[in-house]
């Protein structure tokens, strides 16, 4: 499975971007899509994601009520829209998914996309 990010960029604070990451594979195939984010020197942590399906969602409790996760079934891409950015968002933001397929399982990530807010 590959993972196509783009989207990212430099924004002033209170700005909006887009994420977006391409998926090689069917969303029938896997298992959850989601968005991390790693700021300097800081860990990668969970942003937001979202069930292949489309079922459920899930959201870092810093950007709930900002950030808007959703899967884009036409292009076969999951989507970030990012609201009301404040420097703190500033990183590098990660798409992933995951596959479980005959007792076994599997991530994949794709290349980051950096995201910087300017106060």
């Known amino acids: 499975v590959q993972l196509q990010a783009s989207g990212g960029g430099l924004v002033q604070a209170g700005g909006s971007l887009r994420l977006s990451c391409a998926v090689s594979?069917?969303?029938?195939?896997?298992?959850?899509l989601g968005w991390y984010r790693q700021a300097s020197g800081r860990q990668r942590e969970v942003v937001a994601t979202i069930a292949a399906d489309g079922a459920a969602t899930y959201y870092e409790d810093s950007v709930q009520g900002r950030f808007t996760i959703s899967r884009d079934s036409r292009k076969n891409a999951v989507v970030l829209q990012m609201s009301s950015l404040k420097p703190g968002d500033t990183a590098v933001y990660y798409c992933?998914?995951?596959?479980?397929?005959?007792?076994?399982?599997?991530?994949?990530w794709g290349r980051g996309t950096l995201v910087t807010v300017s106060s």
């Open positions: 594979a069917s969303f029938h195939a896997l298992g959850t």
């Open positions: 992933h998914t995951d596959q479980s397929y005959a007792g076994s399982y599997r991530e994949y």
